[in-house]
Structures are given as C-alpha cells and as structure tokens.
Nanobody, 125 residues
Framework: QVQPVESGGRLVQAGGSLSLSCVASESIAGSGALNSGDMAWFRQAPGKEREFVAAITRTYHTTYYPDSVKGRFTISRDNANNIIYLQMNSLKPEDTAVYYC?????????????WGRGTQVTVSS
C-alpha cells in the first residue's frame, strides 16, 4: 500500500472554511482495490486518539459522517484521479487536529493499517 498524501491544512479562524485534498494510490482508491476503493478522513488532536471524520464509497459516492461534523463537513472524490476532498465549514477550535485520509478496511470507519503524514488544521478562537 502506498501512503496517501494529504494537503490543504492551515491556520483558520473559528467560523471559517477550509478544503483538504488527499491523493491516494490506485491500490486503495481505484476500481481494483482490494478494499473496494472506499475512502475516509480521520483526525487526531494532541493527546487524543485518532477519530473518524467522514467516509465515501467509490462506486456510488455514498457518504457517512459522525454527529460531531454532520452538516458542517462534506466529503467528495474524483475517481479519475484518485483524489478525495474534505470541505469543512463553520470550523470550531475543537476541529484542530492533524487530518489524514485512508482506505477503509470495513465500512464506514475501520481504516487500513498504513498512514500518510497528514495535514495540520488549526482553528483559532
């Protein structure tokens, strides 16, 4: 598995918006992926465990969100280029974390084992 490459993180004020991108390999996001190509975003805040943020299937672009981000975050994907996006609106200081994308071992929130470097999102109050 080639690790995904996340980008787009930066410092933003509370209430603002941010869009993250993830370039994934064909082996985890493509049509022939053993994990069916379903992808997700996760995040890890300092001192906390990594948590699930959003998931999207490859074929029908079905999405799933936890209550903590539902209505504020939107996941989407470009299958032709294996890019997964995360649009984040109405950001809160508690959204501060390193954000990662990964393939899913099991829908909607069990990830594959190998992680990229992530991208830092910092929301100031």
């Amino acid at each position: 598995q080639v690790q995904p490459v996340e980008s787009g993180g930066r410092l933003v004020q509370a209430g603002g918006s941010l869009s993250l991108s993830c370039v994934a390999s064909e082996s985890i996001a493509g049509s022939g992926a053993l994990n069916s190509g379903d992808m997700a975003w996760f995040r890890q805040a300092p001192g906390k465990e990594r948590e699930f943020v959003a998931a999207i299937t490859r074929t029908y672009h079905t999405t799933y969100y936890p209550d903590s981000v539902k209505g504020r975050f939107t996941i989407s994907r470009d299958n032709a280029n294996n890019i997964i996006y995360l649009q984040m609106n109405s950001l809160k200081p508690e959204d501060t974390a390193v954000y990662y994308c990964n393939g899913l071992r099991r829908w909607p929130s069990i990830p594959l084992d190998s992680w990229g470097r992530g991208t830092q999102v910092t929301v100031s109050s």
